[in-house]
T-cell receptor, first 112, second 116 residues
Framework: DAKTTQPNSMESNEEEPVHLPCNHS???????IHWYRQLPSQGPEYVIH???SNVNNRMASLAIAEDRKSSTLILHRATLRDAAVYYC?????????????FGSGTRLQVQP | NAGVMQNPRHLVRRRGQEARLRCSPM?????VYWYRQLPEEGLKFMVY????????ESGMPKERFSAEFPKEGPSILRIQQVVRGDSAAYFC??????????????FGPGTRLTVL
């Protein structure tokens, strides 16, 4: 499976944008980029996913590099509730394997 | 639409006892996944089930652990003869679709197992 690399932790101020990077230099053409987050003492929750084009939804935006070797999750205005561990996960549709492979993620702290 | 439900939320067992963790998927979902999160560690996949079938158990320990998802009722993760190393948070997730590319997994709140 292609690996992802994320910073261990990041800090942000409330109401400011946050850019969470993810490197995936060995990504294959059939790997989708998924992001999940885990709030304290809760189960993970889906945030967003994409293949090649940038994606937007009500929670966040996903910016994917042209060569697909990296991507950035963008929270446009961080709130205290966004403090969580964010996981960047690659899913290869060719393998048909459904299990999510969680790395160590990025722990985002949001300061008031 | 109720989310994924897990019970109990907290479970305490003594070494050697059995633990049964239950997961009710979201309405209309027929795929269930179990993950384990050891203290201060990341989530690890354990097993993937569809109704009455185990599809992928590559992450399941070979001994003492079993899972089922019967035609009726919740999915059950069963741990026999628990040891202290089984203390962890166990998360269940469910998904509705057959196509992996849009297979968003919806997670439950987890069961926190403590083995004394």
């Amino acid at each position: 499976d292609a690996k992802t690399t994320q910073p261990n932790s990041m800090e942000s101020n409330e109401e400011e944008p946050v850019h969470l990077p993810c490197n995936h230099s060995t990504i294959s053409g059939t790997d989708y980029i998924h992001w999940y987050r885990q709030l304290p003492s809760q189960g993970p929750e889906y945030v967003i996913h994409g293949l090649t084009s940038n994606v937007n939804n009500r929670m966040a935006s996903l910016a994917i590099a042209e060569d697909r070797k990296s991507s950035t999750l963008i929270l446009h205005r961080a709130t205290l509730r966004d403090a969580a561990v964010y996981y960047c996960i690659l899913r290869d549709v060719d393998t048909g394997r459904r299990a999510l492979t969680f790395g160590s993620g990025t722990r985002l702290q949001v300061q008031p | 639409n109720a989310g994924v439900m897990q019970n109990p939320r907290h479970l305490v067992r003594r070494r050697g006892q059995e633990a049964r963790l239950r997961c009710s998927p979201m309405k209309g979902h027929s795929h269930v996944y179990w993950y384990r999160q050891l203290p201060e560690e990341g989530l690890k996949f354990m097993v993937y089930l569809q109704k009455e079938n185990i599809i992928d158990e590559s992450g399941m320990p070979k001994e003492r652990f079993s899972a089922e998802f019967p035609k009726e009722g919740p999915s059950i993760l069963r741990i026999q003869q628990v040891v202290r190393g089984d203390s962890a948070a166990y998360f269940c997730a469910s998904s509705p679709l057959d196509r992996a590319i849009t297979d968003t997994q919806y997670f439950g709140p987890g069961t926190r197992l403590t083995v004394l």
